[in-house]
């Protein structure tokens, strides 16, 4: 399949003679010599479309470098996360995007992708020594990666590049002042906040999310210390209605609304953020990617006060809800040879290697993790690499892969935005489950 | 004699139309352009409404299973409730304080087009920008709004950040960006007023009270009714403002049906679904606007 696009561009190019010749005669040549070569597509222009963030500001700070390197240039566009979501969604339907490579959230995106079949399956190239270089260390991207890039059916159509890990940030100030140790036990956790919640001061025990869609992951946090997912079997099946599910909710609504600050069923990772930056919350549980704002001396009170640890445990498991993001190219891009090249360099290790030392996000790799020349100049807390890595053989997906997964996100977030107004879990989680259950199982269906 | 009426009749039509055919050709463009941007889009949402169409999926022929299935849907229901709320204040505050601060305006004192150009600047600024430094003064611990509750020793609100009191608060920004709408219309009415019927009240040594109600009031009813319809289709229509402040939330307290059909559309990618809220969502504005039309007849000048 592969080989043959190449070929019938080789044989347009001829036909075309001189106008596309330059490009196309590289090709065949290299085709021939059989090594990997970066310089293989050059002249060739790749649009890219990244979610605003680290990864995008990397991008286009290297951009220079890449076309050094390869003689692809690249048309960067940057736009924010939901936005961009929206935007692949409705491009990729059209068959016709305007973009051939473009990042993406396995966790929200991978099953819709899959069962549309819109991504450029890139299995053989990965295997032909021509389209893989031996310095992109395809052994050392981690296993939970490369289960995300791959189909249910076995197919690989994405590259990995980053994780977040949900961890907790501490204010080791507050810990401090009032003796607390850091909690290792959900117990001892919602202990710690009651002790550090100090209203009066303007200090919460506890920050997280509490805003509807958003809240579902701090929830399915704490739901891993009570050993479940939110949805097992096959087919699929919902079991966010289990008493332990119940449980964990109940937790949720203790911890949020007790220790947390007034109107924190508005909270999105955002305020949350400010709050802890300011220096008001003593605990914040959220994904890695907020060690470089939090550390900024230009945004944050707390930089050097911050400690960053591992999860509590539950009663009946521990785990780190892990988020992964990926990139892809869309079956019908202009542009794929180059377009995987592209690819193929924002996922290799030396640019995970950058993306770590700012404090980016974790890549799925282990070998950057490990590197001293990138621990020392690591622009975050080391604690916060020895954190990531704590997390890393405790994680666990943190939603499910469905396609209606933003759906899912609603209806079970509302249910816990709810309780944080003082509704009751059981009757909440019950209510949102059987409110969902029709719609996965009519998606699951199809 | 009767027959011979009838031909010259048809023949006079006949030649008016042979006089005609060379223009009809002119209608072409903009019954094609029509065609096109207004009734093909409607035909087309509704045959949508009609599907059970997931992006990414093929779309089945239900016919109206997603309007039954709307009609028991908690969220849907929930959401034209929140948008009759949200219109009903939306529309009423600004339409009293317009209607005072419009009173107010047309008096003479000094400074008057200063202030008047200071009142009208909400209405300038763009709804998303203005949303995105509310939301900042919302902030319940580090918002301007609680600090200023605080000064005055009140106790502070959670504003957006309730669902008992998200409503309310997007309110005060809808009063603050609206106002100066309902009060420019005013001030052109009270403007086009005759003076004759005052000077008449004022030597029948009529109150300021007496003259408001029974000669202003009146006279600029009509330019009322106007603010009143533009501002409920606005109201019905509000997205920007609840979208950034509060998305909806918290939960789905604030989701009115633009919020719910966004989602259905693009965050849930159910065209069906969401074509199927927009011909309800339409449904309710035209019975709405054809209510205000006949209320605009009626307060005609006799």
Redesign the interface.
């Known amino acids: 399949m592969v080989r043959s696009i190449t070929r019938r561009r080789a044989l347009q190019g001829v036909a075309l003679g001189g106008l596309a010749a330059p490009m196309l005669n590289t090709v065949t040549a290299y085709a021939q010599s059989g090594a990997f070569n970066w310089q293989r597509f050059k002249g060739q222009t790749v649009e890219v479309l990244m979610e605003t963030g680290p990864r995008a500001d990397l991008m286009k700070k290297y951009q220079k470098e890449f076309l050094d390197q390869t003689g692809i240039k690249l048309g960067i566009e940057v736009i924010p996360e939901q936005q961009a979501r929206?935007k692949v969604?409705?491009e990729l339907?059209s068959g016709k995007p305007s973009f051939d490579l473009f990042n993406f959230a396995f966790h929200v995106q991978k099953r819709?992708?899959e069962?549309?079949g819109?991504l450029l399956e890139i299995t053989d190239w990965l295997k032909d020594p021509q389209m893989m270089p031996a310095e992109y260390e395809l052994g050392d991207v981690s296993k939970l990666g490369m289960s995300f890039a791959t189909t249910s059916d076995g197919k690989v159509n994405a590259l990995p590049i980053l994780c977040d890990y949900f961890m907790v940030y501490y204010n080791k100030e507050l810990f401090a002042k009032k003796g607390v140790a850091f909690p290792k036990t959900l117990d001892e956790m919602m202990a710690a906040a009651a002790a550090l919640n100090d209203p009066s001061a303007?200090i919460s025990g506890f920050v997280g999310r509490?805003?509807?869609n958003a809240n579902v992951v701090l929830w399915t946090q704490l739901l891993s210390g009570w050993g479940q997912e939110t949805v097992t079997g096959k087919p699929l099946r919902l079991i966010t209605d289990t008493p332990d599910a119940i449980a964990s909710a109940e937790y949720y609504k203790k911890l949020l609304s007790s220790y947390g600050?007034?109107?924190?069923?508005?909270?999105n990772w955002n305020?949350a953020q400010?709050?802890f930056m300011?220096g008001?919350a003593a605990m914040w549980i959220d994904a890695t990617g907020f060690a470089a704002p939090v550390e900024d001396k230009t945004k944050s009170r707390v930089v050097g006060k911050v400690g960053y640890g591992v999860p509590p445990s539950g009663p009946k498991g521990h785990g780190s809800v892990t988020f992964g993001t990926g990139m892809a190219i869309p079956k019908n891009a202009a542009h794929k040879e180059a377009a995987y090249y592209t690819m193929l360099w924002m996922t290799g290790p030396k640019m995970a290697g950058r993306m770590l030392q700012v404090g980016g996000g974790i890549p799925f790799r282990t070998a950057p993790l490990k590197d001293p020349a990138v621990l020392s100049t690591l622009t975050v807390p080391r604690e916060w690499a020895d954190c990531a890595a704590g997390c890393a053989p405790i994680s666990m997906p943190g939603l499910p892969v469905i396609?209606?997964v933003?759906?899912f996100r609603?209806v079970i977030?509302?249910a816990l935005?709810?309780l944080?107004?003082g509704a009751d879990a059981a009757t909440e989680m019950k209510r949102a489950t059987a409110?969902f259950k029709p719609v996965l199982d009519k998606?699951e269906a199809? | 004699m009767a027959g011979a009426d009838v031909t010259i009749a048809a023949g006079t039509r006949a030649a008016g139309e042979r006089r005609l055919r060379p223009y009809l050709l002119f209608i072409w463009p903009a019954l094609i352009v029509s065609s096109a941007v207004i009734i093909f889009p409607w035909i087309f949402t509704i045959w949508m409404s009609l599907n059970d169409w997931h992006i990414g999926s093929k779309q089945v022929f239900i016919g109206l299973d997603n309007y039954v299935a709307l009609a028991t849907n908690r969220r849907f229901l929930e959401s034209i409730g929140h948008t009759i709320y949200f219109t009903i204040l939306a529309v009423a505050l600004p339409m009293v304080l317009g209607t005072i601060s419009a009173l107010v305006f047309h008096k003479k004192f000094r400074g008057r087009g200063f202030f008047r150009t200071l009142f009208i600047m909400p209405m300038m600024a763009t709804p998303v920008a203005v949303s995105l430094i509310w939301t900042m003064m919302f902030h319940p611990q580090l918002g301007v709004l609680n600090y200023f509750l605080s000064l005055v020793g009140l106790p502070p609100s959670e504003w957006v950040y309730s669902p008992n009191t998200v409503i309310p608060s997007l309110i005060l920004v809808e009063i603050w960006l609206w106002t100066p709408f309902v009060m420019i219309i005013v001030l052109g009415g009270l403007a086009s007023l005759p003076t004759e019927p005052y000077e008449a009240a004022l030597i029948d040594g009529a109150s300021q009270w007496q003259m408001f109600w029974k000669i202003t009031y009146p006279l600029v009813l009509p330019f009322l009714v106007v603010a009143l319809i533009m501002r409920t289709i606005d109201a019905l229509k509000v997205f920007e403002t609840i979208w950034v402040i509060s998305n909806g939330g918290p939960g789905t307290s604030s989701e009115v049906l633009n919020v719910y059909l966004y989602a259905q559309a693009f965050a849930y990618n159910q065209v069906g679904t969401a074509s199927a809220v927009v011909v309800v969502f339409f449904a309710i504005i035209v019975a709405l606007s054809l209510v205000l039309l006949w209320a605009r007849q009626k307060a005609k000048w006799n």
């Open positions: 929206q969604a409705i339907n819709q992708f069962k549309a819109w303007g509490g805003v509807r600050p007034a109107g924190i069923a508005g909270f305020e400010g709050l300011q008001k396609v209606p933003t759906e609603d977030g509302t935005t709810n944080l107004g409110e998606s199809s």
